[in-house]
């Protein structure tokens, strides 16, 4: 007992002196104890800054949908996101998505006459496209649709590791994989080619963008209106994956839905 004592003496010595007097003066105003290690300010107890906190909170609003129809990553935050994404973390957040999907499918009960899909979308979610951002600032610069354009016609955008280890496990559960993107019908071929030598061999069907339909509509208006096509064929969307909101939005967009991380450009 003395020795519990004596360290919960110390551990409240070292947090009295740890807490910043504005906070702590403003905890009492409202009421508030603190019986852990309250919250530090952003500038740090020396008044020193704390690299990359506005950016992981910027990343954070990306992701949550609180921050949207931007153009480009602040400039300040190229490090922070080429770091993230050629790092360890990028992996790790993508797995928990693909691994919660996998959970969900693989409890599922299918009716088994092939009318089961779980449709996925290409750009950064089922191919990368990171080659070509790190050239390009991680997404710093704007939008450059004939520089991307050529990337994208040399085929070569490697698979994003987690998806291609969920599709392959869709496929055993006897899932049917439909490919819905925004790319347009001029780059099918090459999008079919670089699909397959990627190691998504196997699927149901590739859908591009008719740019005459759909001309000057959103991705949310143009995937829906796919996602219903389909299911006006009799097809069930048992799940619906993207690196985009706008590919999870909208109408029909399956039973489940699944967001991975993408804090280079943003779809409408």
Known sequence: MKLV?????LSTIIISLATPSSCHNLALEHGLTFSIFPLRLKSGLGGHYIPQTSCSSWRLGVEAHNIIEWTSIPKECEDYVGNYLLGKQYREDS??????????????????DGKDIWIFDIDETSLSNLPYYADHGFGVEKYNATSFNEWVDLGTAPPL??????YKRLLRLGFKVVFLTGRPQSQRDITLKNLKNAGYTTFHTLIVKDSTEYNGKTAVTYKSSERNKLEEKGYRIVGNIGDQWSDILGTNIGN?????????????
């Open 5 to 9: 004592a004596l360290i919960f003496s």
């Open 95 to 112: 797995k928990a998505v693909t691994e919660e999907a996998y959970k969900y499918a693989k409890n599922l009960n299918l009716v088994g």
């Open 161 to 166: 590791p987690e998806s291609l280890k969920l």
């Open 256 to 268: 489940r839905t699944f967001k991975l991380p993408d804090p280079m450009y943003y779809i409408s």
